[in-house]
């Protein structure tokens, strides 16, 4: 048999998994967005999305996203860059950044809304002790979006911490050595030499989790419920209270964002293959 037809046998489940889950409801959503109750193509639920502030929650979803990323960059960097050092302890500290990534995402939402219960909760307790006000962490929109970048910063920080760390350790030690016999400490080394080569990592752990910043819901849905509003608790919203065409144009707009941040991914990522 042609290796290349053997090759084709291998990947054909898993091209028909994709297809089935993954493309199949994507294009019906689309397919089901220009739909009115009667079957006729419309754009009235596009428009209709307009009545549910569509440019707020559009707003609100990327100021989640781009502080989300911003708290992982910083927190992996500085995690990443003291992984990459020789210490006593460092297997227990590595175990201890990794382990967030094997909490179920609900647990950790459950788990970071009695932090933030505003009567009570653990964070307004380390206050007390610090002496400061209780803070209301849902009394607007800002704070609340807050108490969402924090919750998922500290479930998806591993995986950003991963993607920095083997960067890291793909700068050749030389560089450092060079950079230190010029007379430059250790900032001007992260700046000069640790930052210039991590670029394209950085930038492929922004896009990856940009891509599941946008999709992100169950943590949002049990932190603050649908208010202020995302565009995954938005879409899920109007699907469980008006009709699937209306929520099905509430996806497509999501799926527009995170369809451009896949082109990018792809890019970056497989751009330079030959």
Not at 199 to 218: D, P, T
């Amino acid at each position: 048999m042609n290796s290349n037809l053997r090759y084709l046998l291998f990947v054909i489940p898993a091209i028909v998994y994709v297809g089935a889950f993954a493309f199949y409801p994507s294009f019906d959503a689309v397919y089901l967005s220009f739909l009115n109750n009667r079957g006729q193509f419309t754009l009235d639920n596009y428009k209709e999305l307009f009545y549910f502030n569509i440019y707020g929650t559009i707003y609100d979803t990327v100021i989640v996203t781009v502080g989300a990323l911003l708290i992982q960059l910083l927190l992996g960097l500085g995690i990443a860059s003291v992984l990459t050092r020789e210490f006593a302890g460092k297997r227990a500290f590595s175990t201890l950044t990794i382990i967030p990534m094997g909490v179920a995402t609900i647990v950790a939402a459950i788990a970071f809304s009695f932090i933030f219960q505003t009567a009570g909760g653990y964070a307004n307790s380390l206050l007390h002790l610090l002496h400061l006000p209780s803070v209301n962490w849902y009394s607007n929109t800002y704070i609340s979006l807050l108490v969402v970048m924090v919750s998922d910063s500290w479930k998806n920080t591993p995986i950003v911490t991963l993607i920095l760390l083997s960067g890291m350790a793909s700068i050749p030690k030389d560089l450092y050595y060079a950079a230190a016999l010029d007379g430059a400490g250790p900032v001007r080394r992260f700046f000069y030499v640790t930052l210039p080569n991590l670029k394209k990592f950085i930038a492929i752990a922004l896009i990856i989790r940009g891509v599941s910043e946008f999709n992100i819901f169950a943590l949002p849905l049990v932190l603050i419920g649908y208010h202020p509003p995302l565009l995954t608790t938005l879409a899920y919203e109007l699907y469980s209270t008006t009709t699937v065409n209306l929520s099905s144009a509430a996806a497509v707009i999501l799926l527009a964002f995170i369809s451009v941040l896949i082109l990018l991914n792809i890019k970056l990522g497989g751009g330079e293959r030959r």
